[in-house]
């Protein structure tokens, strides 16, 4: 049987999506793993008056492609930048484009899609469904396409307790849904977003649940799968370990833990914490076309792409971040590091609003009073959003087959199951998580570890500041306690109460 290096040689592989956290790994991956391929065409939108060209030479100068620079110098020759945005008819894509994709392309990952869960659902729906559409008509098109890879997410039909891997009727008719949009003002589909998700707590997982019924109903007779990841975090090996470049879900959870701005998690400590390192979802995807292109399935193969059916993590394990962090510090600390779990938001709001807010407002008082631009107390706002964003899903439980992904891992050439590995049982998750937290440091903060021994003595300082004013305080109330007679009977009462 072939192995993947080997199907992937002499290919064409075309990649929306490319700019972000999974389609960048994708691209280093192929261009690493499978040095004999033909051309990669990145479909890149023009941003901030950045044409689709330097947003690429921006994109490879990434610490993630060092490892590839050293192994094939000349890489950057297979990599073709087309301008295309999946918001404009045809992708955008000009007539020149349209028919050089459409000669020469064989294999297709369609990767890009909105991941904000607070997305308007008009625009959500342009970006996770509509662009799904238009895809593949530009597939319909071409003459050598070999395998088009959609990737969705395990949580597109978290309204279900269990999740097979099949692609499950839509909550609503998709096209009634899209045309109804089109001509409702911007008020009506606020107001109406509620109802029409249901009880979905998102756009993101509404619009991608309709994606994958849109994607298998017009794509019939195309060489089509679906890989579904679930949370996806920094890198377990490959190209090196701990590997991160955002703040996105829950990679900004464990830097604001690590500046001291959250204090508490909304999370149910036994739930199942789905996360699956990005590069074994890369290798997934690439997997997945590999055995669509030999193996040619009769229906179209879904991937539920996760880890706990072989190796579960819980969110009680999120409760050792702090300490994590208390290791290696980041530089931009704001409080020494310590946070707990609970379940209940208002045990979340108490320890955060004194733990924190308070804090950052008497940090931005003090910034106030010396001219200089007040904003802690946005960014812990800011913070405490995202927990309540994804508070649904650390605090409920899914179970997931992944039949299909355990039958590809068996399937691989006994040469591929190292470099493409797809077994995650030997992944020690207090180990990856520790790295992952280094990983923040690193790369999507950019400090530099050398500096280490200099943060670790100004942690020191704010544990010494807490333990001074934590005294002041303590102090003061005894003062006020035992010069009131008052507050001395209070006190009596609670105490004979309790005891």
């Known amino acids: 049987m072939a192995t993947i290096p080997e199907v992937y040689a002499g290919k064409s592989v075309l990649i929306t999506g490319a700019t972000g956290f999974i389609g960048k790994v994708l691209v280093e991956k192929l261009l690493r793993c499978c040095p004999d391929v033909k051309f990669l065409y990145l479909l890149v939108r023009p941003k ?9 030479e921006e994109l490879i100068k990434c610490r993630l492609f060092d490892k590839l620079k050293l192994e094939q110098p000349n890489f950057e020759d297979k990599i073709i930048a087309v301008s295309s945005d999946m918001l404009e008819p045809k992708l955008g894509l000009n007539e020149e484009n349209t028919n050089i994709l459409q000669q020469n392309v064989n294999m297709v990952f369609h990767v890009a899609a909105t991941v904000k869960f607070d997305e308007k659902l ?49 909550p609503v008719d998709p096209y009634k849904l899209m045309y109804s949009t089109e001509w409702m003002s911007d008020e009506m589909i606020t107001m109406l977003t509620p109802k029409i998700i249901g009880n979905r707590p998102n756009t993101y997982t509404f619009t991608k649940s309709i994606a ?14 679906i890989v579904r990841p679930s949370i996806v975090g920094a890198t377990w090996k490959d190209p ?3 590997w991160i470049d955002n703040y996105n879900g829950i990679s900004g959870l464990f830097i604001a833990t690590g500046t001291g701005m959250l204090r508490a998690v909304i999370a149910d400590a036994d739930t199942v914490a789905d996360l699956t390192p990005v590069d074994y979802v890369v290798n997934m995807m690439i997997g997945a076309g590999w055995h669509t292109i030999v193996h040619k399935p009769s229906t179209v193969p879904i991937y539920n792409c996760v880890s706990s059916p072989t190796n579960p993590t819980r969110w009680r394990d999120v409760e050792d971040i702090p300490d994590y962090y208390l290791k290696t510090p980041l530089e931009i600390a704001f409080r020494r590091p310590n946070a707990c779990i609970t379940s209940h938001p208002w045990v979340f709001s108490y320890w955060n609003f004194i733990g924190c807010k ?11 009073l010396t001219g200089k631009k007040a904003r802690m107390v946005r960014l812990y706002d800011r913070i405490a959003k995202s927990m309540y964003t994804l508070k ?92 009131s007679e008052l507050a001395r009977n209070t006190l009596d009462l609670v105490l004979n109460l309790s005891f």
């Open 48 to 56: 901030a008056g950045q044409p689709p060209s330097t947003r690429v």
């Open 392 to 483: 649904y899903f650390t605090q409920n439980d899914w179970v997931w087959s992944n039949r299909n992904c355990e039958a590809l891992m068996n399937a691989l050439p006994d040469t591929d199951r190292k470099v493409f590995f797809l077994d995650v049982r030997p992944l020690d998750w207090k180990e990856y998580l520790e790295t992952y937290c280094v990983g923040t440091k690193q790369y999507v903060l950019n400090e530099d570890l050398a500096a280490l021994p200099a943060v670790k003595r100004r942690i020191m300082k704010l544990r010494n500041i807490r333990w001074v004013f934590n005294t002041v305080v303590l102090v003061t109330l005894w003062q006020v306690i035992s010069k």
């Open 122 to 170: 008009d625009l959500s729906l342009k970006l996770n469904v509509m662009s799904v559409q238009k895809m593949l008509r530009l597939c319909q098109g071409m003459k050598q396409l070999e395998v088009f890879v959609h990737v969705s997410t395990a949580y597109a039909n978290c309204d279900r307790s269990h999740i097979d891997e099949v692609v499950y009727p839509p």
């Open 240 to 242: 090196f370990p701990g």
């Open 358 to 368: 308070i804090p950052c407002m008497v940090t931005d008082l003090y910034m106030k």
């Open 212 to 225: 994958e019924y849109v994607f298998v109903e017009e794509g019939a007779g195309l060489p089509l799968c």
